[in-house]
């Protein structure tokens, strides 16, 4: 496995987020999240739904605009740019740009139903970073080889299972060499007897040095793999800690009650 | 139906017997199809007695170089109006997309105009644009050229019609049909891109892509699976509504030549059979190729996974559950 977070590790946090608030209209779903993931840290995020989680990590790629506070991905402020004391929004060609280095796995996978798994994987790296047909090829083939899918690399997205389709677009946003991987609910639309094998990729890619942003259901994996813990509810982070510790001997009433519903 | 393991068959004395019962009997469908059956038989016998169908003189007469220049200009005037009307409804769907309320309000008042007229009176209307055009020596460019193309070069037929007005009245017919066109497509084409599920553009946001980039790449071949079946109907629409261009008038075309004849031979019904046969020949040829466009774009969507495919997942999903 050529090491995608091999390179020097970055002095400062991989996230960093300070008083992160969104809303929709009236709903305040953020409401002021501060948080520092460092490089190669795991952090798991779970909480209720309609805790706020998804929409946080939705920030960090700019999928959504918060409304307050500031969000940097390894040094670099997020959507805006600070000049004369004023935040200017970021062109749609430099959002891009950011988002590069940003890879994101979805609940509901997302794959280009048009285009085989290889094709998925390879589109990206062809289109956004110009690489050579078969470059992209040979590193296509390689990512889905990582994730066990060497043999389906001509199959199209209906034709794998779901577990087999998360895995590819794992490989998808891996293909593009990101610092930082984000993970929305991967294996919440899955089969059970489908979580693990997802689940294994992800615990490959956490020993591989990279750094992840998990939100989950899956306790277990927040448990082993996860460096730090987060529990969100009510668009605020109510409490933060070692897995271990913290599913053992939550301290917030409401990470007790939340706890005591899920485990 | 699950796979019959070896201890099943072993235990299994022998195959139960194969049930022979009697179909039930549906004498109300027998009774239907013996009335269309007689229908048919009718409608076969006056073809071949009614001696004013003159199937000789139609056969003779239906693939006249005048008739089959006019099939020829039918199906040009049909691809191009098709082609122009497809480019421009694109255009039109994405600024109909647009955030921005003059962009999108621009193309709403194009499409609510557009839809609003009848073919017939935009063609009346555009032939005479046309005019207007030649008297303000406004050219068009590869005039000369197209003329070569569309063989407008002078045949007996078009007495007192010079070359000049030919071409303003094929291209003045093609503005207004692909105009009109483009209205009807742009509403198909918001269809299909409206149809694409948003996490698919959010995907491909995700992955770094432009916009552009990703309405290409991501959203428009996905739409093409829900614009192409439309489209292929308002081809066929299309070559039919060339018989309108009697309004312009463009007298090239199929319909006309054909009605010319009847006219001059007072064998009406006759060339009016030819008419509908030529109309039959056409609209058949282009659904062969919306056949072929529509499979094209159903890739990866349908069940069209190989037996080998099929077997080697079954193998591996009952290989890792164990």
């Not at chain 2, 194969?18 to 038989?41: C, E, K």
Request: glycine share 10%.
């Amino acid at each position: 496995m050529t090491g995608d977070a091999g390179g020097p590790v970055p002095a400062g946090p991989m996230v960093k987020a300070e008083g992160v608030c969104k809303s929709f209209g009236q709903l305040d779903v953020l409401k002021g999240i501060d948080l520092e993931v460092a490089p190669r840290e795991v952090m798991c995020v779970i909480g209720p739904s309609g805790s706020g989680k998804s929409t946080f990590l939705r920030c960090v790629n700019h999928l959504e605009k918060i409304n307050a506070g500031r969000l940097w991905v390894d040094g670099e402020l997020i959507g805006y740019r600070e000049k004369g004391g004023k935040l200017h929004e970021l062109r749609d060609r430099e959002v891009s740009a950011q988002r590069r280095d940003i890879g994101m796995v979805f609940q509901r996978f997302n794959l280009f139903p048009h285009m085989t798994a290889l094709e998925n994987v390879i589109e990206a790296p062809i289109q956004v970073k110009g690489l050579r047909r078969d470059a992209a090829r040979d590193l296509g083939a390689a990512q889905l080889e990582r994730v066990g899918l060497g043999d389906r690399v001509h199959s199209y997205p209906n034709q794998l299972s779901g577990g087999q389709q998360q895995r590819v677009a794992i490989a998808r946003a891996l293909a593009m060499e990101p610092k930082l991987m984000l993970f929305d609910e991967p294996t919440s639309a899955l089969d059970p007897e489908l979580v693990g094998e997802v689940l294994d990729v992800m615990r490959g890619l956490a020993e591989s040095g990279m750094t992840m942003l998990v939100v989950t259901h899956e306790m277990g994996f927040a448990r082993e793999v996860g460096d730090t813990l987060v529990f969100m509810d009510d668009g605020v982070v109510v409490e933060a800690g070692a897995p271990r510790r913290m599913l053992a001997d939550p301290q917030h009433e409401r990470t007790k009650a939340f706890l005591s519903k899920v485990l | 139906m699950p796979p019959e393991t070896a201890s099943d068959t072993a235990t299994r004395q022998a195959p139960p017997e194969q049930i022979t019962a009697i179909p039930v009997r549906h004498p109300g469908r027998w009774i239907a199809a013996g009335l269309i059956a007689v229908l048919i038989a009718m409608f076969v016998h006056m073809l071949v007695t009614n001696p004013v169908f003159q199937w000789g003189f139609m056969v003779d007469n239906m693939f006249t170089p005048a008739v089959l220049r006019g099939a020829r200009t039918t199906l040009i005037m049909t691809v191009l109006a098709m082609v122009l009307g497809v480019l421009l409804g694109i255009v039109l769907a994405v600024m109909r997309l647009s955030p921005n309320p003059v962009v999108s309000g621009a193309a709403w008042t194009f499409i609510w105009f557009f839809r609003a007229i009848p073919r017939i009176v935009l063609l009346f209307f555009c032939a005479n644009l046309g005019a207007l055009y030649a008297t303000y020596d406004l050219g068009i460019p590869f005039d000369r050229q197209l003329m070569d193309f569309f063989g407008f070069s002078g045949d007996l037929r078009f007495l007192g019609l010079d070359g000049n007005q030919i071409f303003a009245g094929f291209t003045a017919g093609l503005i207004g049909l692909a105009l009109s066109e483009a209205a009807y497509m742009a509403e198909i084409v918001r269809a299909g891109i409206q149809s694409v599920d948003p996490g698919q553009t959010e995907a491909a946001s995700a992955l770094g892509m432009s916009r552009s980039r990703t309405m290409r790449r991501i959203v428009l071949p996905q739409a093409m699976r829900v614009i192409i079946p439309p489209t292929g109907n308002e081809t066929i629409a299309m070559l039919k509504d060339t018989s309108l261009l009697i309004a312009v008038p463009v007298t090239s075309e199929l319909n006309f030549q054909l009605r010319a004849i009847g006219s001059r031979t007072f064998q009406i019904i006759p060339m009016a059979v030819a008419s509908i046969l030529w109309y039959l020949a056409l609209s058949s040829l282009l659904m062969v190729g919306q056949h072929f466009l529509e499979k094209r774009f159903s890739r990866g969507f349908g069940t069209r996974e190989t037996r080998a495919q099929r077997a080697e997942r079954t193998a591996r999903i009952v290989g890792s559950s164990h």
